[in-house]
Every structure is written in C-alpha cells, then in structure tokens.
C-alpha cells in the first residue's frame, strides 16, 4: 500500500539512496507503482538507484519462519510472534481474545483461543496481525475439517466444546500419552452432568 513518495522516503531516510528525486522518477518511468511488492527487503547503504530498484522488482521478500507449539495460549502464541517483530503482543491478544473475531469465522466461542492452529507458518513482517490470525484459523478449519465437527456430534458435543475440552486437557498434562485418558476422564464426568440435568 506505500506510494511511490513513501517508498523512496523510507529508502531515503535508511541511507539506502542517494539520489531520492532521481529514484522517484526511476520508479515513475519503470510503473514501479505496480511492481514494487510489499514485503521487507535486504539492502546496504549507499546504492545506486538501479540497484535498489532490482532489489524491489525482483529479490523476493525476506519471511521468517516461526513453530507454534501445541498447547500455547493466545497470549503465549502472541508473545512469540512478537518476539519475532510479526505482530504487536496487544493487538495480536486483543483482536484473538475479541468474540467479534470468533463470529467473523462463524465459531460460537468467546475467543479463537484452540483455534489458532499448532504448527510451523512462514510469515512476513508486513502480514500483520489480522493475516496471521486468518492464516492460523484457515488452517485449523483445514487440518481438522468437517470430519471434527462431525465427530463431536456423534459424541454428543459441538465443535466448540471440543476445542475446549482439549485446551483444557493440554493444561492438565503435558504427557501426550496421558491425554486421551484425561479427556475420556473429563468426557465421562460432562456426561454425567449432562444426564443428571435431563
């Protein structure tokens, strides 16, 4: 979304061109407005407008690669995304933990807390906040599919409930192992109140 004066401003102001008004015009001539590509680029100081201009019509744009383990919270998947300067730690928290982004995907949950899936992204740094949310929650949508849904009706539940019982479970052991046990422990016990409210 930079314009062509605010792209040869942050090269400027960064030392990487010499000549701003020259390059500006370079990027005129050469419809740079639609070439330049968002993204975070490798320069050094001092280069000539042409090789700055190469830089952005044709390098690819630096992405960093970040795991997010199972069992992390929002606020913990937050806290590493920001460490990789990907996201504002707030932000990030406050739009995942909002309800008006659970109803954005159609999810009937306070927060998309189980729902930004465990896994390893390539990010960029102009991706932001609301891309790797929607990436994160597309890819949980992929991975567990219609076939989860379907299984937690089969048992009696919803997806939601499901997505809660694990996140639950993942806080209650850190054992893979013991998980399943954990969550028929937790299952049987929501049955039972189930039946003792009918």
């Known amino acids: 979304g930079s314009s062509i004066a605010q792209v040869t ?10 000549h701003p008004v020259l390059f500006k015009i370079l990027l ?24 700055a201009l190469k830089v952005l019509y044709f390098n690819e744009p630096i992405v960093h690669q970040v795991t997010i383990p199972e069992g992390y919270s929002v606020r913990q998947i937050a806290e590493l995304l920001a460490a990789q300067k ?37 990010f ?5 906040e609301d891309k790797i949310i929607d990436q994160m929650v597309q890819n949980f949508v992929k991975k567990t599919g219609p076939g ?13 409930s ?8 993942e806080k209650e052991t850190a054992d893979p192992n013991e998980r399943p046990l954990v969550a028929s422990v937790f299952h049987n016990r929501l049955k039972k109140i189930g039946r003792a409210h009918v």
Do not use: C, W
């Open 86 to 122: 990907l996201v504002d730690l707030d932000t990030f928290t406050e739009k995942a933990l909002s309800s008006g982004y659970a109803k954005k995907y159609s999810f009937a949950s306070p927060s998309l807390e189980g729902y930004l899936f465990p896994d390893t992204y390539t």
């Open 28 to 51: 005129r001539v050469t419809k740079g407005e639609k070439r330049v590509r968002a993204g975070e680029f490798r320069f050094h100081s001092g280069m000539s407008a042409m090789d």
């Open 148 to 160: 989860l849904r379907d299984s937690a009706k089969q048992v009696g539940m919803t997806l939601e």
């Open 124 to 128: 960029s740094r102009v991706d932001r």
């Open 162 to 169: 499901v997505v809660t019982l694990a996140s639950i479970v």
């Open 9 to 18: 401003q942050t090269l400027n102001e960064s030392n990487i061109i010499t």
